[in-house]
């Protein structure tokens, strides 16, 4: 298995979502087969948390899948024909920003429908600003849950951080590791999974500066997720990147992660600006350290579900397929080494 790859020039650091919206949808309710055939349930008919599943519950749940060792791609919009036409065996689910396919009709609506009444599909949002000072958006969070239940959707995640207040940066703002931030957040997020009625994920996300820090990078996170008790999207990719520009060791970092939180994982390339200097652009193929840090996670973890995040610098299908391979051929060596 060839585990690094080149670096492609991309200097853009986390830009405008490419959103689109649409007037037509058809809002005609599917069973989604996977779901169907796939149900995990206790007793009581809700779903127990457990590593490497996803655990919808409420009234927007039908029924929980295992994602298990599975490898996922991100959904782009230029790939969905492709993808319908031929499914790639290794693509074990999918992961979509609603922002962006919540009202997309037309053909593409057709398509991205036949996709996910055929294979699991996770959302993770880009522009809820969960840590923001704005009121949350619960208009939006309703029709997230009205899209989720629409389309058999189990997971929600979005990012640990802020992207404005009056107005929206496109861009996702490092939250203060302070205890009135980690309240903030916290209060946030447990209000969208009442609204939402399941379990959400948060993923740690890359950062630059830090500005009125009281507390350890992870000392925060992990106080947001007990006080939320909510789920955790661990990006490994960011723990890397931010272990190089905040001087930090990043196999220590993934040690004091609580297990039992983890939903899925992230994995993404970067732009190397200096050699204590990188810039998390999702613009380029994973680099050797970081397919490294990601093994020693299934180490620490077990295999866990893991998605290929692409956003810019779109390669070829080919290309990210073969990359979904080595997420893949990762996970099924270290099964075979459990
Ligand atoms: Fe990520």
Known sequence: ???????????????????????????????????????????????????GRFVPEGDGAQGCRSFHGSAGLGLRRVFIEALQAAPPDNVGFYEIAPENWMHIGGKAGKLFRSLTEQFPFVCHGLCLSVGGPAPLDETFLLALKAFMAEHGMALYSEHLSYCGDDGHLYDLMPLPFTEAAVHHAAARIRRVQDVLERRIAMENISYYAAPGQEMAEIDFLKAVLAEADCDLLLDVNNIYVNSINHGYDAEAFLKAIPAERIAYLHIAGHYVEAEDFIVDTHGAPIVHPVWELLDRTYQCFGVQPTLLERDFNIPPLDELLAEVDCIRALQKRREANA
């Not at 585990?3 to 959103?19: E, Q, S, V, W």
């Not at 989604?32 to 009581?44: C, E, G, L, Q, T």
């Open 1 to 51: 298995m060839k585990l690094d790859h080149k670096l492609h020039n991309d200097h853009g650091a986390r830009a405008a979502p490419d959103i689109e919206r649409h007037a037509h949808h058809d809002h005609s309710p599917h069973p989604n087969p996977i779901m169907a055939h796939d149900p995990v349930r206790h007793p009581a008919g809700k779903c127990k948390s457990a590593p």
